[in-house]
């Protein structure tokens, strides 16, 4: 029952970070979208008033080379702390569209984390992962270990004789992550 609340949370907070990501990546889309069409425009403006000349591949030529070259000046721009508080809002305005499922998913977890098979769980607190109960429970499968204690002991063995530490499979923490996250007292 436990693993099965923690693999709920892990799914629902990969769910958030995705929607996260989309949402940069929508904004960053936008933003070449954006660049292109002045792009666009500047190296028909240059076309168009005669300042490239003479022949139709030079004319060609000078209309890619400013489009290029307008181009990458926006893209440095846009990456300048000159637009930063441009990207933060058009990020933040998106997000809020978000908000309603991000918040759904904050109180899915919020429950989970403070349900009962969970808080009050007999399996201590560096050990409510789910890298580690997989391999627990292997353990009593595999009929290695009848107790918890015994399960628990078997792999602090292992974990001592391989180079991973406790403290790196609880960076996998998702309990520790999402009370994090979430700001509450667990």
Not at 140 to 162: M, P, V, Y
């Given at each position: 029952m436990v693993l099965s609340e923690l693999q709920q949370i892990e799914l629902k907070s990969i769910e958030r970070r995705e929607i996260s990501e989309q949402i940069k990546k929508r904004v960053q889309f936008n933003f070449e979208i954006v660049a292109g069409v002045i792009s666009f425009f500047v190296a028909w403006g240059f076309l168009l008033t005669g300042i490239i000349k003479n022949s139709t591949l030079s004319s060609?030529?000078?209309?890619?080379?400013?489009?290029?070259?307008?181009?990458?000046?926006?893209?440095?721009?846009?990456?300048?702390?000159?637009?930063?508080?441009?990207?933060?809002?058009?990020?933040?305005?998106?997000?809020?569209?978000?908000?309603?499922?991000?918040?759904?998913?904050?109180?899915?977890?919020?429950?989970?984390?403070?349900?009962?098979d969970i808080k009050e769980s007999y399996i201590p607190r560096q050990y409510l992962s789910i890298q580690v109960l997989t391999i627990l429970l292997r353990y009593f499968e595999n009929n290695q270990a009848s107790f918890l204690n015994e399960a628990i002991g078997l792999f602090e063995d292992d974990l001592a004789h391989t180079e991973m530490e406790l403290k790196d499979i609880s960076k996998e923490n998702v309990i520790d992550r999402e009370v994090l996250y979430l700001g509450i007292e667990f």
């Amino acid at each position: 029952m436990v693993l099965s609340e923690l693999q709920q949370i892990e799914l629902k907070s990969i769910e958030r970070r995705e929607i996260s990501e989309q949402i940069k990546k929508r904004v960053q889309f936008n933003f070449e979208i954006v660049a292109g069409v002045i792009s666009f425009f500047v190296a028909w403006g240059f076309l168009l008033t005669g300042i490239i000349k003479n022949s139709t591949l030079s004319s060609l030529m000078g209309v890619v080379s400013i489009f290029v070259l307008t181009y990458i000046t926006c893209v440095l721009l846009w990456h300048t702390p000159l637009f930063a508080r441009f990207r933060r809002a058009n990020f933040e305005r998106r997000l809020n569209n978000s908000q309603e499922k991000i918040d759904e998913i904050n109180r899915d977890n919020t429950n989970l984390l403070l349900s009962k098979d969970i808080k009050e769980s007999y399996i201590p607190r560096q050990y409510l992962s789910i890298q580690v109960l997989t391999i627990l429970l292997r353990y009593f499968e595999n009929n290695q270990a009848s107790f918890l204690n015994e399960a628990i002991g078997l792999f602090e063995d292992d974990l001592a004789h391989t180079e991973m530490e406790l403290k790196d499979i609880s960076k996998e923490n998702v309990i520790d992550r999402e009370v994090l996250y979430l700001g509450i007292e667990f």
